[in-house]
């Protein structure tokens, strides 16, 4: 239970990642030019989904998660759970609020979601940044440097490897997040980006 307890901490990290088949995979190298120009209509998705797995490892432990994340321009929506299903625990954010439902009758809550991920694994996760990263782009607001597969931002070394077609989208298929503390991976088997409506 603690383990299901971690993983769900873990995904809160991640709020800010199913109908459509990939037409398609992209290489890294045929992928970035310039994120600005390449993915800024990404940017304006209302809704996307995917399920796929994650995986966490620091220092001094690590485990491992299937997730569904299903966005909306209202909240985040992730599932996290062991095989067949087992452990499931959902978690809810809404406007910077974190809730957090077991399956045991209680939900609790936190309005500071990175010190709550801090104060559970004593590890820091970029939740904010992750909403951006699992699409692929970096976070608008800030800074970033290009590398050759995916990009540097908020002392966070972000790669891909390899895109898929999603209509007129490319998305991600496998993600690892690393800096010399933490190495996050996520691996995303099925996208989901309804009618990719914008604003």
């Known amino acids: 239970m603690l383990i299901i307890l971690r993983l ?3 995904s809160c990290a991640i709020f800010m990642l199913i109908a459509c088949s990939p037409d398609r995979v992209k290489e890294n190298d045929a992928y970035r030019k310039d994120f600005k120009d390449i993915k ?5 998705l209302k ?19 299937n997730i569904v994340w299903k ?8 599932k996290l759970s062991g095989p067949l299903g087992q452990g499931a625990t959902v978690i809810r954010l809404v406007n910077h609020e974190v809730f957090i439902d077991r399956g045991d009758g209680k939900v ?3 309005d500071s979601p990175e010190e709550f991920i801090n104060q559970q694994i004593g590890m820091f ?9 699992v699409l692929g782009m970096p976070e ?3 800074s970033f440097i290009d590398t050759k597969n995916g990009f540097k931002q908020s002392e966070w070394l972000v790669e891909y490897e390899p895109f898929h077609w999603v209509g007129s989208y ?4 496998k993600i690892t997040v690393t800096n010399p503390e933490i190495k996050l991976k996520l691996v995303i088997d099925h996208w989901d980006l309804g009618d990719a409506r914008k604003e």
């Open 8 to 10: 769900v901490v873990v």
């Open 40 to 44: 800024i209509s990404a940017y304006r």
């Open 47 to 65: 809704s996307w989904a995917f399920r796929g797995r994650l995986a966490l490892k620091g220092k001094a432990d690590s485990w491992q998660a």
């Open 71 to 78: 966005h909306s321009d209202v909240e985040e929506k992730i």
């Open 108 to 110: 609790i809550s936190s």
């Open 125 to 133: 996760v970029p939740v904010e940044s992750l909403t951006y990263w």
């Open 140 to 142: 608008p607001s800030v």
């Open 170 to 173: 490319e998305v991600p298929v």
